[in-house]
């Protein structure tokens, strides 16, 4: 009877709700496993949305080694650091952020030419061959439509949220990596002088957005930049050189076998940089302390090109590349720490007239009747006004005091 029983009511449950015997089972066995139950009724991910997940992943990737994306957050620094020093006095920090975006697009959009015009070369070298398009994860149409657009939507960025000058600067950057440094590397070694100046404009791009202008002053941060490129690269160049020859690529140290002229190069250079830092002080970019730490950083690298010169291994070229990848961001780091706003050199150049005014009262000597005594006595001056006093800090936005006084 209790068997009819249960037959009965496992046929009703079946017949009534219809159930699919897989799920009937499942059900079954999971009465005894919470955890199981949980597992077989939450819905699987659709296949589509996998399938999504997973382009948007491989084209992200690709997108980010087209783009150098360290090399291109590197050119980002500084182009902002030249934005920070272009800056009168408070930095515009919306202005800083399009800055930063529109140098990282272009940037991005350079480094993917050059790798669609040199795809055939990299798939001959051992560090390059595994880059999307020789490893053959993205088509060549398809990086030149990403390059194109990233690139003119920076340029655009900068002349719409920044100035024509910042842009002009990008899109001539652009077209000089591209279409002259890139292709010379196949021809002549010039091509590192070339690749020089482009990593020096980044910089000056940014202090033309800040400023809207290219004054003197913006020049110590893309002289540091082209000088600093050199022993980078030579100690690269001699490090990598089998590899550049297996690629086709003339480097400088390819037609220098013993290595010295590349060595010597790189310490020229290195030597160039130590004037930087008393100019940047000389022209009341930054103050003194600058001036000292700039002379001992570009001594410390100038050593590690000396030793590499002296002794011409890779060992001593790496040592080299290390000091190079220091040098960099202490050097920027101290401009930005180190530098003077319009507001303190206008502080500064007041407080020191107002000091030496109050200190220094003329006197004048005037002869009595016979001639043969002197009297001192001081020369009356104009009063000044409580505007005069007042804009010295913290009001230097009033109008400079005016130290002319009268007999």
Request: proline share 5%; charged share 15%.
């Amino acid at each position: 009877m209790m068997l009819r029983r249960k037959c009965f009511t496992s046929f009703c449950s079946s017949k009534l709700f219809n159930l699919p015997s897989n799920f009937r089972s499942s059900s079954s066995s999971s009465s005894s496993n919470p955890h199981l139950s949980a597992l077989h009724l939450s819905p699987s991910p659709p296949k589509a949305a996998t399938d999504l997940v997973s382009l948007t992943r491989h084209y992200g990737t690709c997108y980010w080694e087209l783009s150098k994306a360290r090399l291109s957050m590197l050119v980002v620094a500084t182009s902002g650091t030249g934005f920070v020093l272009g800056s009168t006095s408070a930095v515009d920090l919306s202005g800083l952020s399009w800055t930063c975006l529109g140098t990282m697009m272009v940037s991005a959009s350079a480094s993917s030419l050059n790798q669609v015009f040199e795809t055939n070369n990299d798939a001959k070298m051992k560090r390059t061959c595994q880059r999307p398009l020789p490893s053959g994860r993205i088509s060549i149409p398809h990086a030149v439509a990403w390059a194109s657009s990233v690139g003119l939507g920076g340029t655009a960025l900068l002349a719409t949220q920044t100035n024509m000058l910042a842009a002009g600067l990008a899109a001539s950057n652009l077209v000089l990596y591209a279409f002259v440094y890139t292709p010379l590397k196949q021809i002549h070694p010039v091509n590192t002088w070339v690749g020089a100046i482009v990593g020096a404009i980044p910089p000056l791009l940014g202090w033309a957005a800040a400023s809207g202008d290219i004054s003197l002053n913006g020049w110590i941060l893309p002289a540091a930049l082209y000088f600093w490129q050199l022993p980078h690269f030579m100690a690269l160049a001699y490090m990598c050189r089998d590899d550049y020859a297996a690629g086709g690529f003339k480097m400088y140290s390819l037609a220098d076998a013993s290595g010295r002229r590349t060595a010597l190069v790189a310490l020229r250079n290195s030597i160039y940089l130590i004037p930087l830092g008393f100019l940047a002080y000389d022209w009341g970019m930054t103050t003194g302390w600058f001036c000292l730490e700039s002379t001992v950083l570009t001594l410390a690298i100038s050593a590690a090109a000396f030793s590499f010169y002296r002794d011409r291994t890779k060992e001593k070229a790496r040592r080299m590349f290390h000091a190079s990848l220091l040098y960099l961001p202490v050097f920027m780091s101290g401009l930005l720490v180190h530098r003077r706003s319009d507001n303190q050199q206008f502080l500064e150049e007041n407080a020191k007239g107002f000091v030496k005014f109050s200190s220094s009262l003329e006197t004048s000597e005037l002869d009595d009747e016979n001639g043969d005594k002197k009297i001192k006595s001081r020369r009356p001056f104009q009063a000044r006004s409580p505007v005069a006093y007042a804009s010295i800090a913290p009001f230097p936005f009033l109008p400079a005091p005016s130290y002319d006084y009268s007999i």
